[in-house]
């Protein structure tokens, strides 16, 4: 540091007037006695106020008198010929110093009187006294006050300095240590923030969800209501058949469950990472490129993921064994929010026609509701008609419009009303023991077309016993060609809120998982749209389809070396078409269907 710059910091006026000696000697012999009693005075231990008893006191008072007579004597009598102290170039120089230890001990950020961090401003700004020492500027001045306001001593090597002698230190930047709650207090902050923006903007797509839902209700009805001239021009304008085309396939280890976001072409894969006791992962893949490939590690409290869903806007929920119900982004590759469940999640769904509303399935036979704006407690935990784990969920509208929660135990499909506090379901299928549910597809949003899909009941011992067969049902296991079960169609009663079992289709199904199944649309036949029904079947160790509802085979699609572990159909969110996914313990499969 240059002395004339430190001269301009600590306003130190070194100059002297040539001209006119005379005239400044009583002032300058002024300043110079008090910078020398800044710098050069005698060092003085300061006494506790607590031990200061007796003659201390009175020395003390004695000091004070002393330094009353110095400061009344006459200026000029200060000066003694051949004795005028240092010259001002020397005590510019004594400031340097001083000036150069205050700048290092400034990176200090917290001050040694109060241990608080001092500031770049205000009345705890960083200041120093000529001794070098620093602290912030209302400490001093506080030790200054209970000194009696006229001197006191350094608190750390006793020099005394007085009210006058304060310097303020312009330092650029002062940085308080980031320590680990500050972290923490800043990562959350920001959290907020993004999670404050992630709902707004899930408003937005809700209420473009619901507009357009009202649109297709109405359009739906109306085509249904026009004349037979105007519903022959749809038939011929809407393509009667149906084709799968092979778009994305990549080899994959460990995945068990799979999601797709058609409006973001991307596809989401859970599984556990290619190595003994890795952590659990989410892989996200570019359904344009299978080079664009990125695996998202998960907490390791999160454990197996056993079910996702895609949430409109570049998000998806997930349910797993570690009793969470999670929020990921997609936009920033991380969990953004966690529910509490009281049991292991198995399934979860997202509610229909724009509602604000998600569902998680438990092993336990509950049905957990919760609103994705509130991030709390549940709205609400419904308790189901056995202890068996909810293996599938589906959010549906039934012909009135309100809306429904479907879900699949062990005992069979439920239906659930979603609008109110009911507390227990109603089963759709006749009970027995015989059998037990392993899927349940259905044609969403709507409630009228299910398929659910059953297997002989090894055992029937009761819940334990079931709870016990479906506890590895995303597990792969080789065992040849499966067991005999069958698919059967669930419809809605004309003119009632009743459902009945019709046409029945008998297959190869798994001995121990819950695969997944599929419904989807495609065309129109006369005033109603067609369906075809997938499954992963054992013995073909690939994707099956059957046309609806007479179970008529439709066509087999390319066949796998490992059974199907998860099914996932997902309709285009504009226009016509959708993506039918298929995962085995080999590769990932996704075809575009048109």
Not at 246 to 251: A, F, I, V, W
Not at 267 to 294: D, H, P, Q, W
């Amino acid at each position: 540091m240059e002395v004339e710059d430190l001269e301009d910091l600590y306003n130190i006026d070194a100059s002297y007037d040539q001209d006119d000696p005379d005239e400044d000697e009583g002032e300058q012999q002024s300043e110079d006695d008090q910078e020398m009693d800044m710098l050069g005075g005698a060092v003085a231990e300061e006494d506790g106020a607590d031990d200061a008893r007796g003659s201390s006191a009175d020395e003390e008072e004695d000091e004070e008198d002393d330094e009353e007579e110095e400061e009344e004597e006459p200026e000029g009598a200060r000066l003694v010929a051949g004795d005028c102290g240092p010259s001002p170039r020397a005590r510019v120089s004594e400031f340097a110093a001083a000036a150069g230890a205050a700048v290092e001990r400034a990176h200090t950020a917290n001050c040694p009187v109060c241990m608080d961090p001092w500031t770049s401003q205000g009345p705890h700004r960083i200041s120093c006294i000529p001794c070098g020492h620093v602290y912030g500027r209302s400490c001093l001045e506080k030790w200054l006050t209970q000194r009696g306001n006229r001197s006191a001593t350094c608190p750390q090597c006793g020099k005394r300095f007085k009210h006058k002698d304060i310097i303020n230190l312009y330092a650029q930047e002062v940085a308080v240590p980031n320590s680990e709650l500050e972290k923490e207090i800043s990562y959350l902050r920001r959290e907020i923030c993004s999670l404050k923006k992630m709902v707004v903007h899930h408003d937005k797509m809700f209420e473009e969800m619901i507009k357009r839902q009202n649109d297709g209700v109405r359009s739906k009805r109306q085509k249904v209501a026009e004349h037979s001239y105007e519903a022959a021009n749809l038939v011929a304008s809407t393509p009667a058949t149906i084709s799968f085309s092979l778009q994305n396939e990549l080899p994959v280890a460990g995945a068990r469950v799979i999601s797709i976001d058609t409006s973001n072409k991307i596809i989401l894969v859970s599984g556990r990472a290619n190595a003994i006791g890795a952590e659990y992962v989410v892989t996200k893949i570019s359904m344009l490129s299978n080079r664009e490939v990125r695996k998202i590690h998960l907490p390791p409290e999160t454990k197996a993921v056993r079910d996702m869903c895609i949430l409109p806007g570049g998000s998806a929920i997930f349910t797993s064994l570690g009793r969470r119900l999670s929020l990921f982004s997609m936009a920033t590759d991380s969990i953004v929010l966690n529910w509490d469940l009281p049991a292991p999640g198995w399934s979860c769904a997202v509610g229909a026609s724009g509602s604000h509303h998600i569902y998680a399935g438990l092993q336990n036979g509950m049905v957990v509701v919760f609103d994705i704006r509130q991030t709390v407690r549940p709205l609400r935990c419904m308790v189901g008609l056995s202890a068996n784990p909810v293996h599938t969920l589906h959010s549906v509208i039934d012909n009135n419009g309100s809306r429904k929660v479907l879900s699949a135990s062990a005992i069979g499909p439920c239906m659930w009303d979603a609008d109110s506090n009911q507390s227990r379901p109603h089963l759709l299928t006749g009970t027995g023991d015989e059998r037990v549910c392993i899927s349940l597809a259905c044609a969403a949003p709507w409630s009228d077309l299910l398929v659910a899909s059953f297997r002989p009941r090894v055992d029937p011992s009761g819940d334990a016993v079931a709870a016990s067969q479906v506890y590895l049902s995303q597990t792969p296991t080789r065992s040849g060609q499966g067991k005999p079960g069958q698919h059967t169609l669930i419809r809605r009663r004309t003119g009632n809120t009743c459902f009945a079992e019709g046409t029945t289709c008998y297959a190869n199904v798994s001995e121990l998982r819950m695969s997944k199944s599929a419904i989807i649309p495609y065309g129109y036949g006369g005033h109603q749209q067609k369906h075809l029904f997938s499954y992963g079947d054992e013995s073909l160790r690939g994707v099956r389809t059957w046309q609806l509802p007479s179970f008529g085979m439709h066509a087999d699609l390319c066949t796998h070396r490992e059974p199907i572990l998860d099914l996932r159909y997902a309709a285009e969110t504009e226009g016509p078409g959708g993506y039918l996914g298929c995962l085995s313990e080999e590769k990932l499969q996704v075809f575009r269907v048109n």
